[in-house]
């Protein structure tokens, strides 16, 4: 019955989705009367999301309690664990001492706009280290995709980054929705799609908070460090899961195991096939009927 305040404040935004379902799981375990804090990007996605809750920038005298969802990688002793050694989905529950992982929410959509089916795409990220590097391994996969009769929409926010001396453009083929939209319409989007093809990163997660299947394709991370998946796509028979080292810090070099040497480089995921891609998705349509 007391009034809870939580802030949700980590850097990336798949590390905020992350955290979101764990505010109505709390509240609802302790019959709490809660608020929020979150960063703009996520405003509107909360306000849909928890629409009984008051969005809150400043604390109040009669908060009985602040929690903070952080990933703290850079500074562990703010928290009583690595969050690089325990998935994703399950840092909100040990941050606030729940005994069980947080039940998403049905995400309520408005009406759909594209009525044909269609699959999204996203192929950036925050960092060089998250992308799929195989050469023309989107445009493969896209091409695939039309064959069988999809549109297939990339969603990225750019349609060209540079990151390291990496560069990664939206493939030829995909049709153009990149840009600086509301996740609330990417969310929309994302409601209705067949399926989604993204990286370890937020726009992975956004259409895992709104119930569309995602096909993950990346080696940076454990295969079991987001949320659980059975479309995970990665090679474990290479260098993989740099990141879920707690004995590396990642700088500006993209690859911190090989950096030396330079043809092994990101073989994490340079080394996963658009053939394991292709046999991912078709395993997805299948059991999916999608």
Not at 106 to 134: D, F, L, M
């Amino acid at each position: 019955g007391q009034r809870v305040h939580f802030i949700i404040c980590s850097r990336g935004m798949g590390d905020n989705l992350a955290f979101l379902p764990y505010i109505g799981a709390f509240l609802s375990a302790y019959q709490a009367k809660g608020s929020y804090y979150v960063p703009e990007l996520l405003q509107g996605i909360c306000a849909r999301y928890y629409p009984e809750l008051p969005y809150q920038e400043a604390l109040t005298e009669d908060n009985y309690a602040t929690f903070f969802f952080n990933m703290n990688i850079e500074t562990t002793c703010w928290m009583p664990f690595d969050g690089r050694i325990i998935p994703m989905d399950q840092i909100g529950q040990l941050i606030l001492d729940l005994p069980y992982k947080a039940e998403l929410r049905s995400w309520t959509p408005q009406p759909r706009q594209i009525q044909e089916k269609y699959v999204c795409i996203a192929v950036q990220a925050s960092g060089a280290v998250k992308g799929w590097h195989y050469p023309h391994g989107w445009d493969l996969v896209v091409d695939y995709l039309k064959a069988q009769g999809y549109r297939v929409l990339c969603i990225d926010k750019e349609r060209h980054q540079e990151q390291q001396q990496y560069v990664i453009d939206t493939p030829a083929g995909a049709e153009d929705f990149t840009g600086n939209i509301p996740l609330e319409q990417r969310a929309d989007m994302l409601y209705y799609a067949a399926f989604f093809i993204g990286l370890g990163s937020g726009l992975s997660w956004l259409a895992h908070l709104v119930g569309c299947p995602v096909i993950m394709i990346g080696g940076f991370s454990r295969f079991w460090y987001e949320f659980p998946n059975p479309y995970r796509v990665y090679n474990p028979m290479v260098c993989n899961g740099c990141f879920n080292d707690p004995e590396n810090m990642f700088t500006e070099n993209p690859c911190p195991y090989q950096k030396k040497t330079p043809e092994r480089e990101l073989e994490c995921s340079k080394k996963i096939s658009p053939r394991q891609v292709l046999l991912t998705i078709e395993r997805l349509r299948l059991e999916l009927g999608c």
